[in-house]
């Protein structure tokens, strides 16, 4: 009983994201149980009896970016650039995630440019990059500056640019229901933020030369 050494929680990797406290899967199970009391219905008729180990586990996936440091999947850059010195550019990469005022689903796309100094980086490490921002609660500003961030600190190319371009649920399914509303995003480092000429071939290359940073509301 005298004896409660708490053990200091060591992260591997030196990883952020403290989950100190984390409830057990039953704890959670109970909190749906709460929300569906909530809602004004029955957790226990029977069409809702496997809801929540469902919720629970559908949380595992759109929350798994907690347990992982999107600087592992920049690692595995390629050194050799060749004398390559254009902008490397993804578009299109479809993310899916969730706001973390209301919890309600976050839908749309991300294009990344960047000019390589000496590292470039494989496509599908780059949409890893994303898909780990884009598993946690996120503001959609919050999320392009990650991206943007993170691949500046690890390739440190000569600029880096990111637009977002997404939906929020939590605006068209409650409160002003504007269903055709995207909100665009973006984050221009290095070259795409000092010469306007790098950034312009950037937007024109994504289909935005000329765009206003918000969407049109239509
Ligand atoms: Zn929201």
Redo the contacts with the bound molecule.
Sequence with gaps: MAKSVKSAERKKKGGKSAQTGKPSRAEAEAAVRTLIRWTGDDPDREGLLATPARVVRAYEEWFSGYGEDPRDYLSRTFDEVGGYDEIVLLRNVRFESH?E??M?PILGRVHIGYLPRHRVVGISELARLVNVYAKRMQTQEKMTAEIAGCLDAVLKPFGVAVVVEAA?Q?MTTRGVHKTDVTMVTSRMLGAFRDQVQTRQEFLSAIGMRGATPVGDAG
């Design positions: 706001c005022h209301h309600a929020h939590c």
